[in-house]
Nanobody
């Protein structure tokens, strides 16, 4: 599975960005796609995830109500719409693929994209 993330950039606080992650290869039909982020000097953390079968979504408390994860089945693409961005959202954002179809635990995500930088200025 190959993952190609895009959409990062520089935005002012309160602004919006939309990240995309296109999956290719043997993705399977039941998997979980997730977004994680890593800020300088911090551990990588969970942001949001969506189960491809059933479309259940999950969010970290820090982004709930501001971020929305969605998918385009036909294009094997997952999106992360980020609104009301804050400086503390600044990080490298990674998309990831978990083939087990259920878990959102970071260690269960096997395939990772290259990361896209999101910078929110105050």
């Amino acid at each position: 599975v190959q993952l190609q993330a895009s959409g990062g950039g520089l935005v002012q606080a309160g602004g919006s960005l939309r990240l995309s992650c296109a999956a290719s290869g043997r993705t399977g039909t039941s998997y979980v796609m997730g977004w994680f982020r890593q800020a300088p000097g911090k551990e990588r953390e969970f942001v949001a995830a969506i189960r491809w079968r059933g479309a259940d979504t999950f969010y970290a408390d820090s982004v709930k109500g501001r971020f929305t994860i969605s998918r385009d089945n036909a294009k094997n693409t997952v999106f992360l719409q980020m609104n009301s961005l804050k400086p503390e959202d600044t990080a490298v954002y990674y998309c990831a693929h978990n083939p087990d179809g259920m878990s959102i635990i970071q260690s269960r995500f096997i395939y990772w994209g290259q990361g896209t930088q999101v910078t929110v200025s105050s």
